[in-house]
């Protein structure tokens, strides 16, 4: 008793373009924080030195270390995880910045000595440079506002609980300073964001053009569906893919009967409204990874990725009853339009010229039986539901 194996799911190319540039962008945000953890490292070593001279107090560097470590291992966490991508920012570029201010108040919180302070107080601006090329001027904003409260609440605290060691006109100055800074960082990540919104913009717009132009190259005028060159440049990656992965695909060689009587007695007008309705009727039955495309003339090329002959047999089918079915009131009530069909399976060690050169033959098979059928590539050739 034969057991039917189920499908496999079909993934389009555009699934797969996704994830990898999914995956490739999390890779990314991996190594930036590995630079973030370096710079903790740098830092790291300078409060180590101002606890051998005696500046700050051993449980400083290890508040500092494992603080350091947390907030790494947390952001390394989210990425690893891709909960981070259900952020609005998956980088989670202010978070960081923010937040990397944190360890470096809190050591300057027990120096003691002004100058010490103000070194710490550099390194804390580090991070907005960084963030210069990731945010938007709103962005950017916000996280200048939080460097300011957190900076004025250490302020706060050492005039609270250690105003000895405030130097009056020299912190003024430093606090000044550290303003004048960041309000030039603001304004200069502001203009740098703006620019890069006009980037992004013209990319775009340079995108829908190569896609437009794309579109003008792969797309027959009159049909709108693939015109031949880009029929052959699919049946080449089928071949491709099967000759890497064994597999089958099949091809489906369609022509219009009478089309010829049709555009003498209506003219080229109702022909090409013709082909415009066939090409509609074909394109709606037809599964993502299909390609379907104007061979020439009244001719079109169904290519169909991993489809047995039999499989591609009811297909073909199908698509000659839905175009049977057309009725094209504008041109005459009842006029039938009606297509002979033939198919081809790719074989191994194959060129894919003989394929559509067998898909041809069974093509004048169909048209030599009665037209308006489907006739398979076998030794002698099958027709399939042939109707008169």
């Known amino acids: 008793m034969d057991i039917a194996q189920p499908e496999s799911p079909v993934v389009s190319p555009q699934q797969v373009t996704d994830t990898n540039l999914e995956s490739t962008e999390q890779r990314l ?28 107090p051993g449980e400083v560097v290890a ?3 494992v603080f350091a470590l947390v907030l790494n291992g947390a952001f390394f966490a989210l990425i690893r995880s891709g909960i981070n991508l259900r952020f609005a920012d998956p980088s989670m570029t202010s978070a960081q910045m923010v937040l990397s201010l944190l360890p470096a108040l809190w050591v300057m919180f027990f120096l003691e000595a002004g100058q010490a302070r103000a070194a710490f107080l550099m390194i804390a601006m580090v991070p907005p440079l960084y963030g210069i090329l990731g945010l938007c001027r709103r962005q950017f904003l916000v996280v200048s506002l939080w460097f300011f409260t957190l900076y004025g609440l250490l302020y706060l605290s050492l005039l609270v609980y250690k105003p000895q060691v405030l130097t009056g006109a020299l912190d003024l100055i430093q606090t000044a300073a550290f303003t004048l800074v960041m309000a030039q960082i603001a304004i200069i990540g502001g203009f740098i964001s703006s620019l890069r919104q006009k980037l992004r913009e013209r990319n775009q717009d340079l995108k829908e053009a190569m896609a437009r132009i794309q579109e003008l190259v792969d797309v027959d005028a009159l049909t709108g569906v693939y015109n031949r060159r880009r029929l052959f440049e699919v049946i080449s990656e089928e071949s491709n893919r099967y000759s890497r992965s064994p597999g089958s695909f099949s091809l489906c060689l369609l022509d219009v009967d009478y089309f010829k009587d049709v555009n003498d007695t209506y003219g080229h007008q109702a022909g090409d409204a013709i082909l415009r309705g066939i090409a509609q009727c074909v394109s709606k039955g037809l599964r993502e990874i299909d390609c379907f495309g104007r061979y020439g003339g009244e001719e079109f090329l169904i290519v169909l990725p991993q489809t047995p002959i039999s499989g591609a047999g009811i297909k073909a089918e199908r698509v000659r009853r839905c175009i049977e079915s057309l009725r094209f009131d504008d041109i005459r009530k009842d006029l039938k339009i009606t297509v002979s069909i033939g198919v081809a399976e790719f074989q191994p060690g194959e060129d894919t010229e003989a394929t559509l050169a067998r898909a041809d033959q069974a093509l004048y098979e169909a048209k030599h039986l009665g037209r308006n059928q489907v006739v398979l590539s076998e030794q ?9």
């Open 63 to 65: 508040q500092f270390a």
């Open 29 to 56: 945000r991996l190594r930036r924080l590995g630079m973030s953890f370096a710079s903790y490292l740098a830092t790291f070593s300078l409060v180590i030195f101002c606890w051998y001279q005696g500046m700050v």
């Open 380 to 388: 002698p050739p099958v027709a399939v539901n042939a109707s008169s």
